[in-house]
């Protein structure tokens, strides 16, 4: 089966998280797509965070080593992997995504068109949970939950 890196950013303002309405899958999703030839995982979050919603951001880091060596310097660990499973659609066929999934903030001012995306609270996640795949609900269960990962 053909495997492909993707990179998804969630961007979390003020508790609220920006989602958009996939027009294709009918599901709310974060900001995301493939990582192009030549680009690191971080760089591909941020273009696509940059194309999909007009954000610049700046990630929530959570190192545990940075090297800055000749030989090797570090980017920014994701938040979280995971492999998708992509069902066929028209004439692709079924594969998987390898994606790297970041957390971000926004960088302020925000812009005033977000590209459709809008920022949703934990109550409004709620009256959407059945328009969520499930990894996208416990992604933003974890972001948003009152002992939250991001601060």
């Known amino acids: 089966m053909e495997r492909q890196f993707t990179a998804t950013v969630y961007i979390v303002h003020e508790d609220k998280v920006l989602l958009h309405r996939h ?4 599901k709310w999703l974060p900001p995301g797509g493939h990582v192009e030839a030549n680009e690191t995982p971080p760089e591909a979050a941020r ?3 940059k194309e999909e919603t007009n954000l610049d951001i700046a990630f929530i880091e959570q190192e545990n ?3 800055d060596a000749e030989n090797a310097t570090s980017f920014e660990r994701p938040f979280l992997c995971l492999l998708e499973h992509i069902p066929p659609f028209k004439d692709q066929p079924a594969h998987q995504h390898m994606d790297m999934i970041y957390v971000a903030r926004p960088i302020l001012p925000l812009p005033q068109d977000l590209g459709g995306f809008r920022w949703l609270s934990q109550q409004e996640i709620l009256e959407i949970e059945s328009e969520l795949f499930p990894d996208v609900k416990a992604m933003i269960e974890l972001l948003l ?3 939250r990962v991001v601060p």
């Open 23 to 26: 027009a294709k899958l009918g």
């Open 145 to 147: 939950e009152k002992e």
């Open 65 to 67: 080593l940075k090297i």
């Open 47 to 49: 273009r696509e965070a």
